[in-house]
């Protein structure tokens, strides 16, 4: 069964990145870890601010790992399973691996992350795109 784009307008030239985008966004929802997208105040430029924050309980720095790939910010938790004699009779504080990706605009860059307190935090910024018009010119065959 072939699938109709909803960006298949003859307007829209161009946009089957975005499809592609769309594609993969919808793919990755697990659920875990939990996580909130907060808007900071505008920077000293005016920029935009973003800030992601995870809730990454019972990982350390050296089990995290922040990573830019192809306009996705992904961030990985590997926990040893540690067999250290513990006899559980209930175990919810979940220590399973993670991967959670968030796809990044044009223009979106990772300033830095900090965990504190079982949260992960990562900055980003929206730069502003230069405007830029440009005349096009119009060749005549006569």
């Given at each position: 069964m072939s699938r109709v784009s909803s960006l298949s307008s003859p307007f829209l030239l161009g946009f089957e990145e975005i499809e592609r985008v769309l594609d993969r966004v919808t793919k990755g929802a697990d659920g875990y870890p939990p996580y909130n997208i907060e808007r900071l105040p505008p920077d000293d430029a005016?920029?935009?601010?973003?800030?992601?924050?995870?809730?990454?309980?019972?990982?350390?720095?050296?089990?995290?790992?922040?990573?830019?790939?192809?306009?996705?910010?992904?961030i990985r938790g590997r926990q040893a399973d540690l067999d250290d004699g513990r006899v559980y009779l209930h175990r919810g504080i979940a220590a399973r691996q993670f991967q959670r990706a968030f796809v990044l605009a044009e223009g979106i860059e990772v300033l830095g992350a900090e965990l504190k307190n079982g949260l992960l935090a990562v900055d980003l910024v929206r730069l502003e795109p230069e405007r830029v018009a440009r005349r096009i010119a119009i060749a005549s065959d006569e």
């Open positions: 005016g920029c935009d601010r973003l800030r992601i924050v995870l809730a990454v309980a019972g990982f350390t720095r050296d089990q995290l790992d922040v990573v830019v790939e192809d306009n996705q910010l992904v």
